[in-house]
């Protein structure tokens, strides 16, 4: 059975390369009928803390990618890691080292004087030493001389690393603590992982990896090393290019679905497809399909790809969402509120759910000014008359409902023998503060009676002033 796994080290947060290396795992493990396991890789005590672990279970769960076994943390299983290095020192495949810090660094420099690649020269390799306790021993895999290495990659393809080339890595450091080479091989050889996806930063390890696994008669996993992602400018993705942990797309109001059709495009295509639902992405991804180069993260991208799906999503989802948003912002919504028409128009018009939130503030909270451009155009001179017959009639109006709204500036416009455009507009820049909005019958019906009263007050007393 084919089993993936995602095993970020919970040193900070889910970042857009983690959720694509998680992303492209479950999709293979969903489109091959297998597993998919979360394994939290937090052997690093020093750096490792329970809000990173947090941050990662909420993305993924964000996401919604789901797993099938997990999380599994690797402090958890020590004594597994502690008697899988006693059986490689049994079998002769390992052995104490006790060369100093001090030494190895002087070695390093002795090396790169001489430009050479810096290793360690197997000082401790045939010396048979033994702990007692008291000293300060490391203990390294003791990698084969002679051979080499090959592994098919399906992204970079086939890749021989001869073991000349490597040298003896440390397993397991001098307070006993397993180093990432061991855990990653025993926790991958325990959990029968079949396909490792992660990032091209691991692909120096993948030799020594497979050279322990062999030593511990394990099948050895295929693998996949995807290519990092830069920012649009070439350089590595950080902050400034708009990388941040997921949960802050969250927060700024981008639809999980959105992300994950981003995501899936940073480095995979079909075609020039560009919108994927989850279906068809399971059912279209392939390992042997990710691109070999770089990806380049875009925001533009992933705004025009999330306003897709505003557009596209149900729309009880996204007027959801956006009381949701209301309400994180301290704006209270009426349970009997029908925003669904504004929201509804307003979702072809912007990207995220925080922008659609904002550009209907005006519905429940009182704005500061006027557009410039809208007062300039709706609210003159010859808007004062409408302004003031509006006001008048809406007082007298008990069923503050859309269609009777509606029938009291019909009525406006045939007492001044004027257009629609000459009572409606005037009346939109005097309740919302701009010139655009959905029908502005409904558009008062949320607002509500007081708040409209109030606000054609306001632009009267404005205009009169001109």
Not at 45 to 52: D, F, G, I, K
Not at 91 to 116: N, P
Request: with cysteine; charged share 25%.
């Amino acid at each position: 059975m084919i089993k993936t796994r995602f095993a970020p080290s919970p040193t900070g947060l889910l970042h857009v390369g983690g959720a694509r290396t998680a992303l492209f795992s479950w999709l293979y493990s969903q489109k091959m009928g297998g597993e998919f396991v979360l394994r939290i890789e937090d052997t690093d005590l020093e750096r490792s803390s329970q809000a990173s672990v947090q941050a990662i279970l909420d993305g993924m769960k964000w996401l919604k990618l789901d797993h099938d076994d997990g999380p599994i943390y690797q402090t958890q299983r020590f004594d597994r890691y502690k008697a899988i290095t006693q059986q490689l020192l049994d079998q002769g495949d390992a052995y104490y080292c006790a060369c100093s810090k001090e030494k190895l660094e002087s070695l390093r420099e002795q090396q790169m004087a001489a430009k050479q690649k810096p290793r360690y020269d197997g000082c401790c390799r045939d010396l048979g030493l033994s702990s007692n306790g008291t000293q300060d021993l490391v203990i390294r895999f003791k990698n084969p001389h002679q051979g080499s290495v090959t592994f098919k990659d399906h992204v970079k393809g086939s890749i021989t690393v001869s073991n000349s080339e490597l040298d003896d890595l440390i397993i397991a450091r001098t307070d006993s603590t397993p180093t990432y080479n061991l855990t990653v091989v025993v926790d991958d050889m325990d959990m029968n992982i079949t396909h490792v996806v992660r990032g091209d930063d691991h692909v120096n390890n993948t030799p020594r990896q497979i050279n322990i696994l062999k030593a511990l008669g394990a099948d050895c996993p295929e693998y996949a090393h995807l290519p990092m992602i830069l920012g649009d400018d070439g350089k590595r993705l950080s902050k400034r290019h708009g990388a941040v942990g997921v949960m802050q797309y969250f927060d700024d109001g981008y639809l999980p679905e959105a992300v994950l059709n981003y995501l899936v495009r940073l480095g995979w295509s079909h075609g020039d497809q560009e919108i994927f639902s989850i279906e068809e992405m399971i059912k279209l991804f392939a390992l042997d399909d990710i691109n070999k180069s770089a990806a380049a993260f875009n925001t533009d991208k992933l705004n025009w790809i999330n306003q897709q799906y505003m557009m596209s999503l149900p729309l009880s989802n996204i007027v959801g969402l956006v009381k949701q948003r209301l309400n994180v912002i301290e704006v209270d919504v009426a349970d009997n509120t029908n925003i669904d028409t504004i929201v509804d128009l307003y979702r072809q018009r912007v990207s995220t759910i925080n922008e659609l939130a904002e550009s209907i503030l005006y519905c429940f909270r009182e704005f500061d000014e006027y557009d410039v451009k809208a007062a300039k155009k709706g609210l003159r001179a010859d808007s004062l008359e409408p302004l003031k017959l509006l006001n008048e009639e809406f007082k007298l109006l008990t069923d503050w409902r859309a269609e009777s709204i509606h029938q009291v500036i019909q009525t406006v416009t045939e007492r001044l023998d004027v257009g629609m455009g000459k009572v409606g507009q005037p009346l939109r820049v005097a309740v919302t503060g701009g010139s655009f909005s959905p029908p502005i019958d409904q558009t008062v019906e949320v607002i509500g009676k007081p708040q409209t009263l109030k606000r054609i007050l306001r632009a009267i007393d404005y205009v009169s002033k001109l």
